[in-house]
Structure formats: structure tokens, C-alpha cells
């Protein structure tokens, strides 16, 4: 018995040590297949390192859309800093008097944009070495009594908000008229609304090559040089770039680089139609089917959906629990406490500008965490559409004669069932309409999503704008597309209200 328990111990052990090989040479195998297979990964994923960049790509030949990418001198060297350094970089296109705050912020890594070097903003950033000159010119139109410097006192004047032009004339000239980049500065110039702008020469060159009736004069207001911004004391990206441009300066890429962009510094040759109705045939092929721009409206109608969608449920929850909540107060003297919260939400929502709002959650509230823009414009727009949706929910419920609550009450109905059965769906198709104007509001305000580099319907036609310097389709084209979404808003509305009429008798 003993005997053959122990030969029995000793077969299930030879067994067990058998299985135990087997399972040792496996793993062995496997980690001589896999190990090196999961280094790689690792390795791959420590290599590719994504920085972000901010940009504000209107500014041909330094970044500007071709064929719907940002392209340019400045994407040129990002990717060949990329390709020595295996790394990646991720382009936002921003405003520009935004982009200075989004590498403070740490919103993105660094910023390069055709960016001056200057005292104020080297208090606020570091900057890399410079990689390229640049000039501020004065762009008139051909024969203009504006002949130098001193003719500009009395003219009016365009620049790029926030830019280093922008500063040069406010400080040394007069106040001029801001524009969210050169190319609007420029168009408006056109349309003979100013009588120069004060650019940085080479995307005025670059204007000037698609305006025949433009010039740039011979003296130049400033000297400037390019530099790399990035959030101050990140040491170890600073070396990086630095290192990588003292390497590209040394072999020439730099140079071929700039060189290569200054040659083709120059809008698409047009050859304009006599007629007027053939000029505008003319404008609306640049404007929308060369180059495919109606993308650019096409893809920025889906965003303003998503974002004005959402914001509008969003908008509608919360809206609809503040308004609850602020009317049982009222009524039953109940919930002091989470009443005053809310109205001090509404105070302070709708006591501030929308793009004030959209730019605190952007920057402040999600500032260095990298969230989803889309996300950062539903959260914003739906906190702000909240306040006035609870305010109009609010009046609904209000207005439901006083009689109805006692009623529903005597009938032996608590407050709830009363709330929920009697008051409220009076109040809704009391405030229908109002309802409805603050979403066809909603999907309008979203047009300011550009602010934060969204790219919706109204800075989809801003691109189109700037790249072939012509306002009257693009704008028209955004402004169409509203409205029809807009009537189409107020249609499903109004079957909405018939529809809840019809259920009344
Ligand atoms: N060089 C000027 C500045 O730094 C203008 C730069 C504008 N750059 C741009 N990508 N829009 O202020």
C-alpha cells in the first residue's frame, strides 16, 4: 500500500515535472519569440513621442491649407525635426492671439507660426534659437498717396490681431483695425475699407502675387526673427529643437527648406472672366470645387451639428433640473439651499459672453489636460444654453394658473405627481416657441467655436477666405447653410407644436 502510494506520488511527480518542462520550455520559447516582438512595441511607443503644436495657418509660405493639410516652411521643419529626432508632432491651427496662451498653458507643446521673437513674449515663453528673418511691411494700394512710414498717421490701418505688426503700429502709430488674420486684413483692403496693411513680408508677398491692384513699399517698419516658442524651463524639448535647427542650418536643409517655399511663394495663377456673371462663375470654382474647399463647409456642418446637438441635450438636462428645482423653491419654500446655487449659475452664466466662457474651459478648466475639443464646445455651450433653458422652463411653470397645483393636490396627488403630471406638460407647450428660440440661438452662437480651433461651418468658410482672398461666396455659402439649418429648425418645431396642440382636444 505504502509502496504503491509512493510510486504513485513519484508518477504524478515525474508527471508534474514532465508538465512543468514542457510549460518552462514554453514560456522559454515564447519569451525568445515575444520578447523582443514587445520590446520593439515598447520601444516604438516610447520613440514616437507626439508633441502638439499650435499654429494659426493662414500665413503662406510659413503654414497655410494645400489640398486640405497645413503645409508650409513651418510644417517642413517640424517634420524634419521629427524624422532626426523620431518623433511627432500634431498641428492645431488656433487663433493666433490665442497661441501664445496655449503653450503658457501647456495646451500644446510648443508653437511655431512665423512667431516674432519679442521682450513681452519672452517673458512669458522660451524661444528656440531663430530659424528664419522676417520684415514688417506696409501693403497700399497701387497709386495710393501712402508712399512711406509717415504717410500712415492719418490712414486706415489693417494688421493680424496680436501680432508682432499689430504691436508695432499700436505702439508706434495708432490704433489699427484687427484682424483675425492678414489675409481678411488684406481683403478688406480690396473691398476699400483701409488704406494699408502692415504684414510680415512674405505672406505679403504672397497676397500682393494674388491682388494685381496691390503693392508693397520699399521700406520696411521692423526687422524680426522666427523663433519656436515653448512653455518656459521644458529644458529637454528646448535642446532638442535647438540642436535639431543648429543641425538643418549646418547641412542646408534649413536653407532648401525656406528657399524651396519662397519660389513658390504665390497663390494658384487665375485667369478672371470679363462678364460679371462670368467672374462669379470664376469665384465660385476657386472658392468651392478647385482644391475640393466645399470640404471645408462640408466637414464643418458636421461639427456645428454634433456640437449644437449635444449642447442642446446638455442644455436641455440640466436646464431642465435648475428650473425644477428653482420653481419648487417657489412654490413650496423647499430646496433654499441648491436654489441659491442655481441662481447663482445663472448670474454668473449668463452674466458672461459665451466666448469668454468657451475659452475659461478651454484653457483654465481642461487646461492641461488633453480633452477633446469637440467635448471642450458641447460642455461649454451646453452649461451656457442650461441657464437660459431653465429660465424659459422656469416662466412655463410659472405661468401654469396657481389653481392647477391645488387641485392636483386636493385631488390627493403629492407635489411630485402633480409637478409631473399637471404642471409640466402645460408648461412645455406653454414654452415651446421660446424653447425653440433658444436652440435655433444655440446653433448659431456655436459659430464661434473657432476661438478654441474648431474647425465648424463659420471658420471652415474663414479657410476658404483666406486662401483665395474672395468674402462674397464663402460668407454667403456659411450664412445659406445657417439658415436653411435654421428653417429646417423652426419646421420640425412648429409640427412639433401642432402636433401638441392636436393632443389637447
Ligand atoms: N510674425 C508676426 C508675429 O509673430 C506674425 C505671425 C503670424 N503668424 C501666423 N501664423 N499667422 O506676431
Redesign the pocket.
Known amino acids: 500500500m505504502l509502496s504503491a502510494m509512493t510510486s504513485m506520488s513519484n508518477k504524478a511527480g515525474t508527471e508534474k515535472s514532465l508538465w512543468e518542462r514542457v510549460r518552462l520550455y514554453a514560456s522559454a520559447l515564447l519569451a525568445v519569440v515575444l520578447l523582443p516582438l514587445l520590446m520593439a512595441c515598447e520601444e516604438q511607443a516610447q520613440e514616437q513621442k507626439t508633441y502638439t503644436v499650435a ?5 503662406p509660405p ?2 497655410f491649407y494645400r489640398d486640405g493639410e497645413i503645409a508650409g516652411i ?1 510644417v517642413d521643419i517640424l517634420k524634419e525635426i521629427g524624422r532626426r529626432n523620431n518623433v511627432n508632432f500634431r498641428l492645431e491651427d488656433m487663433a ?1 492671439d490665442s ?1 501664445i496662451t496655449a503653450v503658457q498653458t501647456g495646451k500644446v507643446d510648443l508653437v511655431i ?6 521682450e513681452d ?1 519672452r517673458r512669458q515663453v522660451d524661444f528656440t534659437r531663430s530659424y528664419s528673418g ?1 520684415r ?1 511691411v506696409i501693403i497700399v494700394k497701387k497709386g495710393s498717396a501712402i508712399k512711406g512710414a509717415e504717410d500712415l498717421f492719418n490712414a486706415r490701418l489693417g494688421v ?1 490681431h ?6 508695432y503700429v499700436t505702439e508706434h502709430i495708432k490704433e489699427p483695425e484687427r484682424f483675425t ?2 489675409a481678411l486684413a488684406v481683403s478688406a483692403m480690396n473691398a476699400g475699407k483701409l488704406d494699408a496693411v502692415i ?2 513680408n512674405a ?1 505679403a508677398e504672397n497676397h500682393v502675387a494674388g491682388s494685381p491692384e496691390l503693392t508693397i513699399l520699399p521700406t520696411a517698419l521692423a526687422e ?1 526673427e ?1 523663433a519656436m516658442a515653448i512653455r518656459k524651463g521644458n529644458k529637454e524639448l528646448l535642446d532638442m529643437l535647438n540642436s535639431s535647427l543648429d543641425a538643418m542650418e549646418a547641412d542646408g536643409t534649413l536653407h532648401e527648406i525656406i528657399e524651396r517655399h519662397m519660389r513658390d511663394n504665390k497663390p494658384e495663377e487665375e485667369k478672371r472672366a470679363e462678364s460679371m456673371l462670368g467672374r462669379l462663375a470664376d469665384d465660385f470654382r476657386t472658392d468651392f470645387i478647385k482644391n475640393n474647399r466645399w470640404h471645408y463647409l462640408a466637414d464643418g456642418f458636421l461639427v456645428t451639428i454634433e456640437i449644437a446637438a449635444a449642447a442642446a441635450l446638455v442644455g436641455i438636462a440640466l436646464g431642465f433640473l435648475i428650473a425644477v428645482i428653482r420653481s419648487t423653491a417657489d412654490l413650496t419654500g423647499k430646496l433654499r439651499v441648491p436654489d441659491m446655487i442655481c441662481r447663482l449659475y445663472l448670474t454668473v452664466v449668463r452674466g458672461t459672453p459665451v466666448v469668454v466662457q468657451l475659452l475659461i474651459i478651454y484653457f483654465v478648466i481642461f487646461g492641461s489636460v488633453d480633452v477633446n475639443k469637440v467635448l471642450v464646445a458641447i460642455v461649454a455651450f451646453g452649461l451656457n444654453s442650461a441657464a437660459y433653458v431653465a429660465e424659459i422652463i422656469r416662466s412655463g411653470i410659472m405661468s401654469v394658473d396657481r389653481g392647477q397645483m391645488e387641485a392636483g393636490r386636493s385631488l390627493g396627488l403629492g407635489y411630485g405627481c402633480t409637478m409631473r403630471n399637471v404642471i409640466l406638460p402645460q408648461a412645455f407647450k406653454n414654452v415651446l416657441p421660446a424653447l425653440g428660440n433658444e436652440f435655433i440661438v444655440l446653433l448659431k452662437e456655436t459659430s464661434i467655436c473657432g476661438y478654441i480651433a474648431l474647425q465648424d461651418l463659420t471658420k471652415g468658410g474663414d479657410i476658404i477666405r483666406s486662401q483665395t482672398y474672395d468674402a462674397f461666396l464663402p460668407l454667403i455659402a456659411v450664412a445659406l447653410i445657417y439658415l436653411s439649418m435654421v428653417i429646417l429648425l423652426s419646421h420640425l418645431l412648429k409640427k412639433l407644436e401642432l402636433r401638441l396642440k392636436k393632443n389637447e382636444r
Open positions: 499654429m494659426e495657418a493662414t500665413f510659413y503654414e513651418d493666433f497661441i507660426s512665423g512667431l516674432t521673437v519679442t513674449r522676417a514688417q493680424q496680436g501680432s508682432s505688426g499689430d504691436i488674420n492678414g504684414l510680415d505672406p524680426e522666427y
